[in-house]
């Protein structure tokens, strides 16, 4: 049975963005975070150019703190960086405004949520060589507003019609088959919880190594499709027994509790209507035109 969505109907309106300096707050007066243990760390963490971490890398190993892969951006205003959070989706196109690699092209890999806020794109390595901190990048949106026909309870989160129809989604006794890497159970969500659903991420738990080695999660990828058992993402994220939630790893590991690598959250259902089919290749790089 074809998978039939409103694409035809969406707005398609651009957004935009600067590249954005990493932040350390001033107070407390020093830089460091605490790990799991309560050991202080000081790592690189989100924002700027990411020179050698990609979408398609391991979301683990790296010295860093939740660190986005490419290029992140924000808008000045909180207003602006709203609309461009929640307006931008994955899979979006991505195009340099100025700058050095003017009118190179890249797209959405995920978003980054509370106190960052942040988009986060991928460009190719050698595009991101003549990329600099303040270049604006423009986002062709589209995607908010997407149904799928005869399945209305599925939300569409930050989902382009570009990426849902490469995601090879089959209808199969009335409900929908999801490839994805890997399968997350509700207990494992970290930070995000309880917070919206429209933007930003949501991070999977990695401290207790017996539950990551259970569930396989130590070779994720940057830019895997996963499924949350388990877990609402309609509005608001958090726990509902049946529902579940499909998302995409937009960034790495990272020391602190509760702060796995992060989500952005692409469908969600509060009934049992979609069921997850594991497959190591539903990964964002075989979805789209990929260069590293």
């Known amino acids: 049975m074809k998978i039939e969505t409103n694409e035809n109907l969406l707005i398609n309106v651009s957004v935009m963005g600067s590249v954005c300096q990493p932040n350390f707050q001033g107070l407390p007066a020093e830089p460091y975070r605490l790990d799991s243990d309560g050991i202080p760390f000081l790592l690189p963490t989100w924002g700027s150019i990411v020179h050698n971490v990609s979408v398609g890398d391991s979301a683990f190993g790296w010295e860093a703190d939740c660190i986005h892969p490419g290029v992140s951006i924000k808008y000045p205003s909180e207003g602006g960086n709203r609309g461009l959070n929640i307006l931008s989706c994955v899979g979006n196109e991505a195009i340099i405004m100025n700058g050095e690699a003017k009118n190179s092209v890249g797209f959405v890999s995920g978003k980054s949520g509370r106190f960052s806020e942040q988009i986060i794109i991928h460009f190719e390595k050698k595009v ?26 599925i939300f569409c989160k930050s989902l382009s019609p570009q990426i849902f129809n490469k995601m090879n989604i089959k209808i199969k006794n009335k409900k929908l088959n999801i490839p994805v890497t890997h399968i997350i159970p509700e207990h494992l969500v970290g930070a995000g919880s309880g917070l919206t ?6 991070h999977i738990q990695t401290t207790d190594l017996n539950e990551m080695k259970k569930y396989k999660l130590n070779n994720l990828r940057l830019g895997d499709f996963v499924y949350v058992e388990n877990y609402d993402s309609s509005y608001q994220h958090g726990f509902l027994r049946k529902a579940w939630s499909i998302g995409i790893v937009g960034q790495t590991n990272g020391p602190r509790a509760g702060y796995g690598p992060g989500l952005t959250i692409l469908m969600s259902s509060k009934t049992n209507d979609g069921i997850p089919k594991l497959n190591s290749n539903a990964n964002i790089v075989n979805y789209l035109k990929f260069k590293k």
Request: hydrophobic share 35%; glycine share 10%; net charge positive.
């Open 128 to 153: 991101r060589e003549r990329i600099s901190i303040n270049d604006k990048i423009l986002i062709k949106s589209l995607g908010v507003g997407l149904k799928i026909k005869n399945f209305e309870n």
């Open 197 to 202: 659903s429209e933007s930003g991420s949501l």
